[in-house]
């Protein structure tokens, strides 16, 4: 890590690197498809590609779908307010999910299985992301905390994004569908 232009950078940074707000994203080797679903560890790049084309969190499929919205799950634990705003809606950074995943989560997962509310959702908004913060030093910029940071916080600049925040703003809950 450096810093490039006041803000943090990586030393061979390519464009790819940074989405269209400009936020820095942690480089992770993409290997779909290998290994076994972590429940809660997601994958930086597919986390944020479900969010942006509301896939599947577990397949990557295209998730339900009905004229009430996108289906999402939200255990007790996965309602996740890092960002402190007076805004109503639901921060998340779990993607939402297909039917079959949706059951197949709800009986693998430990934090799911106790206590889960499924929601249709017919409008997100992207309001930030969660990563690490990094603060100027010498030789190197230095990590120092994990956060969640709103886009139009300023330190934001220096942030290594790993999910992308979104708020649900316009939800009803539903029984999870047979
Ligand atoms: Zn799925």
Request: aromatic share 6%; net charge positive; hydrophobic share 35%.
């Amino acid at each position: 890590m450096v810093v490039r232009r006041g803000r943090l950078a990586f030393a061979d940074e390519r464009p790819y690197d940074r989405d269209s707000n400009g936020v820095l994203w942690t480089r992770t080797p993409s290997q779909p498809g290998k290994g076994r679903p972590e429940y809660g560890k997601i994958h930086p790049h597919r986390q944020r590609n479900a969010m942006e084309q509301l896939l599947c969190q577990v397949c990557g499929r295209p998730a339900d779908r009905n004229q009430d919205g996108t289906l999402w799950l939200l255990g007790e634990d996965l309602q996740d307010p890092v960002i402190p705003t007076g805004q109503t809606g639901i921060l998340t950074a779990h993607p939402p999910l297909c039917l079959p995943c949706a059951h197949t989560s709800v009986g693998a997962c430990p934090h799911l299985r106790k206590q889960y509310v499924a929601l249709r959702v017919r409008h997100t908004e992207h309001a930030g992301v969660r990563g690490a913060l990094y603060r100027p030093a010498v030789p190197r910029p230095v990590a120092i905390d994990a956060v969640g940071i709103a886009f139009d916080d300023q330190l934001i600049h220096w942030v290594r994004a790993g999910q992308l925040l979104v708020r649900l703003t316009d939800y009803q809950p539903v029984e999870l569908p047979e």
